[in-house]
């Protein structure tokens, strides 16, 4: 199925104005990267256990805190689902059901092209997006100074709902920049298809055409080890400045918010 015959009504006006290159949106999906390692890091460790973008792990959670009768376990993994699922439906709506679909086909619309041709890409609205989910993550580090850096259960189940949504905001970001096959948030995928990709099968190097698997595998690569230096370092923050330990995401995320700004104004788009 072509891009052309999937376009939504009213899609040409949603793909007007200055986009951010694919090269760009490629390094900043490594910084979003880092932001949800570091988030799901003090999630686990001082929130009660879940996580902030993993939901596979949450509903492993959601079930032992059922089987288990731990009432606090399964409330926070509940918490943590459904507000990441209304993050990535309110990002969703935000961004553009067109824009996002097309940026899932990865090959069918983007492929070569990369961010901002067929319709996807960030471009200004985007900006807006990352405001929103910055300002979860502001309400996520004002309750946790709030409370010393020692939510108590209650508290805890209560900063997971926007430190989970503010995930499910990035991950619908990340479907709409346009980066074919990205994501910021579950990497499960990403090790898959590096590894498949990897193993030298005919699906694996046919895929993309020429180059492009490797600039995907590189793309791949950074947004895993970001990932991990992002909780690796949130749990050192932890460690020796605990009040300080959830700001980093909101610093990180706040600098993509940045560049985004900067990279849709002034700019025609192909410019």
């Known amino acids: 199925m072509s891009p052309k015959e999937i376009r939504p009504p ?9 986009v951010v290159s694919e090269r760009v949106a490629v390094r900043l999906l490594v910084v979003l990267a880092a932001a949800a390692g570091c988030l ?9 256990g879940p996580f902030a973008s ?10 032992r ?31 553009g059901r067109g824009r996002l679909g097309r940026g ?3 090959r069918g619309g983007l492929g070569r ?20 989910e910055l300002a979860l993550l502001v309400c996520v580090c004002a309750g946790w100074l709030a409370t010393g850096g020692q939510p108590s259960a209650t508290v805890a189940v209560l900063l997971l709902a926007p430190a989970s949504a503010a995930m499910g905001v990035q991950s619908a970001l990340t479907i709409g920049s346009g980066v074919p096959g990205a994501s910021t ?6 090790l898959t298809s590096l590894v498949h990709a990897g193993a030298g099968t005919p699906h694996g190097r046919a895929a993309g055409g020429a180059g492009t698997p490797l600039r995907r595998a590189a793309g791949g690569l950074g947004r895993l080890a970001a990932l991990l230096c992002g909780a690796t370092v949130g749990a050192l923050l932890l460690l020796v ?7 980093l995401s909101a610093v990180l995320v706040a600098a993509v918010v940045a560049i985004i700004a900067i990279s849709t104004r002034g700019r025609t788009e192909g410019s």
Do not use: E, F, K
Request: charged share 10%; net charge positive; hydrophobic share 50%.
């Open 10 to 18: 009213g899609h040409a006006s949603s793909g007007a104005g200055p």
């Open 40 to 48: 799901d890091a003090v999630c686990v460790m001082r929130l009660g």
């Open 54 to 63: 993993v939901i596979t792990g949450n509903l492993v959670q959601l079930g």
């Open 65 to 95: 805190g059922v089987a288990t009768l731990d009432g606090a376990l399964a409330a926070g993994a509940a918490t943590a689902v459904a507000a990441y699922a209304l993050g990535v439906a309110a990002a969703s709506t935000g961004l």
């Open 104 to 106: 899932r086909l990865g």
């Open 113 to 132: 092209g990369g961010a901002g041709r067929g319709g996807a890409g960030w471009r200004r609205r985007a900006c807006l997006i990352a405001v929103a």
């Open 185 to 190: 948030t579950y990497l499960t995928g990403t």
């Open 241 to 247: 400045a605990p009040l300080w330990a959830p700001a």
